[in-house]
């Protein structure tokens, strides 16, 4: 089963930008799927991006136009730019990988100061 290693959270102001990456180690043409949830206090998980293998992508509303998920192939990397940071974006992002069965990555904190 893959296994997935995240990077890139932190602090940052209202309006500023971060990248988190996911490196997993499988190559990503074993995958059908893979994405971002995150998850605040006191809150459900919930699905931020994903991209197919295919390379389709999807959004939720409250990150339309602001973040963007990607992937490099070459690196089996997983990018979310997220740009245009709000309060509200402060959460525990887990990175995910569909083969068989979803496997989910350690968490990276994000944290949005106002």
């Known amino acids: 089963q893959v296994q997935l290693v995240e990077s890139g959270g932190g602090l940052v102001p209202a309006g500023g930008s971060l990248r988190l990456s996911c490196a997993a180690s499988?190559?990503?043409?074993?995958?059908?799927?893979m994405g971002w949830y995150r998850q605040a206090p006191g809150k459900q998980r919930d699905l931020v991006a994903r991209?197919?293998?295919?390379?389709?992508?999807a959004y939720a509303d409250s990150v339309k136009g602001r973040f963007t998920i990607s992937r490099d192939n070459a690196k089996n990397t997983v990018y979310l730019q997220m740009n245009s940071l709000k309060p509200e974006d402060t959460a525990v992002y887990y990175c995910?990988?569909?083969?068989?069965?979803?496997?989910w990555g350690q968490g990276t904190q994000v944290t949005v100061s106002s």
């Open positions: 995910y990988a569909v083969q068989s069965q979803i496997r």
């Open positions: 499988q190559s990503m043409f074993s995958i059908n799927d």
């Open positions: 991209i197919t293998r295919g390379g389709s992508t």
